[in-house]
Nanobody, 114 residues
Framework: VQLVESGGGLVQPGGTLRLSCTAS????????MHWVRQAPGKGLQWVCD????????SYTSSVKGRFTISRDNTANTLSLQMNNLKSEDTALYYC????????RGQGTQVTVSS
């Protein structure tokens, strides 16, 4: 299993970012996929997930209405559109094949700061 995240960066509060994850080494279209994050000095936090067909999504309450998870099963890619970013969204973001993040990529850093 290989997961490679990209798209992170430095953004001001209220800004937007779009993260991507390219997956290989497993049957992506059969897998529920997750985004998890780790803020400085804290443990891994589950952020959201999407069903194999992309028809069902779930979000942690703090990002609901601001983040949108999506997937492209033809390209084996997972995305996370993040709008109205807040300082508390600052973290290393990972895509993962499980909600605990045990099987995750190397991560992409998102920093929200003025």
């Amino acid at each position: 299993v290989q997961l490679v995240e990209s798209g992170g960066g430095l953004v001001q509060p209220g800004g937007t970012l779009r993260l991507s994850c390219t997956a290989s080494g497993f049957t992506f279209r059969w897998s529920t996929m997750h985004w998890v994050r780790q803020a400085p000095g804290k443990g891994l936090q589950w952020v959201c997930d999407i069903s194999p067909a992309g028809s069902v999504t779930s979000y942690t309450s703090s990002v609901k209405g601001r983040f949108t998870i999506s997937r492209d099963n033809t390209a084996n890619t997972l995305s996370l559109q993040m709008n109205n970013l807040k300082s508390e969204d600052t973290a290393l973001y990972y895509c993962a094949t499980d909600s605990s993040g045990a099987n995750r990529g190397q991560g992409t850093q998102v920093t929200v700061s003025s």
